[in-house]
């Protein structure tokens, strides 16, 4: 079956400083793959996607960005965080079906405090 | 662009009554239209999910929703909920595509009271 994972669950980061978080998906192929940003009040918000290795399209800009190593696996990063880079992250896939997507699949997401 | 309104930002219930939780989108094509729960402490999961068919779908845990249409509308019903479904609700709309991205709502948070 398919599992996806993000690490870290929790992490406590000062301004200036990088940020890496990494995700990978296990059990499928070729998966669609999202980060997105959860904050109190305001949903999920889609930061990135991506439909195949190398392939990264931001949604929002932002202080962050993302890579595609390797098919399963997705990485948010950042050079130097900010105050409002804190939030919860989640990744999440999907793949095609006879053309048609998937329901997405989260993960168990990353709370980032910024200090 | 599209976009997704959650109608009700806070729900408190007592057990047994019935739970309506509105949601209305934004998009003039073709859209797959979904629940998503998340209980406290837990992941993000899947409660129901239109693609095509019977604009009525049930999902898990005895939720159903219907699709509207005509009003751009997915509300999401429980007859008669249950202390255990205290949690946090978003819809999500995605638009009929190979990225498969999902927009999705403010998000509910429902409160049932035992």
């Known amino acids: 079956s398919q599992t996806i994972h993000q690490w870290p669950a929790t992490l406590v980061q000062p301004v200036g400083s990088p940020l890496s978080l990494e995700c990978t998906v296990e059990?499928?192929?070729?998966?669609?793959l999202y980060w997105y940003r959860q904050a109190a009040g305001r949903g999920l918000q889609l930061l990135f996607y991506s439909v195949g290795i190398g392939q990264i399209s931001s949604e929002v800009p932002q202080n962050l960005s993302a890579s595609r190593p390797q098919d399963r696996q997705f990485i948010l990063s950042s050079k130097k965080l900010l105050l409002s880079d804190s939030g919860f992250y989640l990744c999440a896939w999907s793949v095609l079906l006879r053309d048609e997507n998937t329901e997405a699949f989260f993960g168990q997401g990353t709370r980032l405090t910024v200090v | 662009a599209q976009s997704v309104s959650q109608h009700n930002h806070h729900v408190i219930l007592s057990e047994a009554a019935s739970l309506e939780l509105g949601c209305n989108y934004s998009y003039g094509g073709t859209v797959n239209l979904f629940w998503y729960v998340q209980y406290p402490g837990q992941h993000l999961q899947l409660l129901l999910k239109?693609?095509?068919?019977?604009?009525l779908v049930k999902g898990i845990k005895g939720f159903e929703a219907e699709f509207i249409k005509s009003k751009f509308s997915f509300n999401l019903r429980k007859p008669s909920v249950q202390w255990s479904d205290t949690a946090e609700y978003f819809c999500a709309v995605n638009a009929r595509s190979n990225t498969g991205k999902l927009i999705f709502g403010q998000g509910t948070t429902l409160q049932v009271k035992p």
């Open positions: 059990g499928t192929s070729n998966p669609n």
């Open positions: 239109y693609f095509s068919g019977d604009p």
